[in-house]
């Protein structure tokens, strides 16, 4: 069993900042990578952010410059700091993360997502 907790959601107002985190735990060696992913009514669900284990980030354009993903691997948590937030990030946020189960196999887990309302 692993499971991902996720927190930080909420209401927020446009020029607004929030931080997520997520954090794993459970029965693993380690973890390869987390991420971030969002998805708005009617919309496929599309990566935000993501970080290797060793600290390689990749962000969707439409975030560039004002959301930053970072990591404590000692707590095996990930963060998001959303800045400068925009009616458009209005979504459910979920975190994933690649797990290594075994010395041979690594499994995808899937947080229950948090509400994120960018409204004035």
Known sequence: ???LVES??????????????CAAS????????MGWYRQAPGKQRELVAAITS?????????VKGRFTISRDNA???VYLQMNSLKSEDT???YCNAQVRRT?????????????VTVSS
């Open 103 to 115: 010395t041979y196999r690594n499994d995808n887990y899937w947080g229950q997502g948090t509400q």
């Open 75 to 77: 707590k095996n948590t």
């Open 1 to 3: 069993q692993v499971q």
């Open 91 to 93: 979504a459910v946020y």
């Open 26 to 33: 459970g029965s693993f060696y380690s973890i390869n990578a």
């Open 54 to 62: 060793g600290g390689s980030t990749n962000y969707a354009d439409s």
């Open 8 to 21: 930080g959601g909420g209401l927020v107002q446009p020029g607004g900042s929030l931080r997520l985190s």
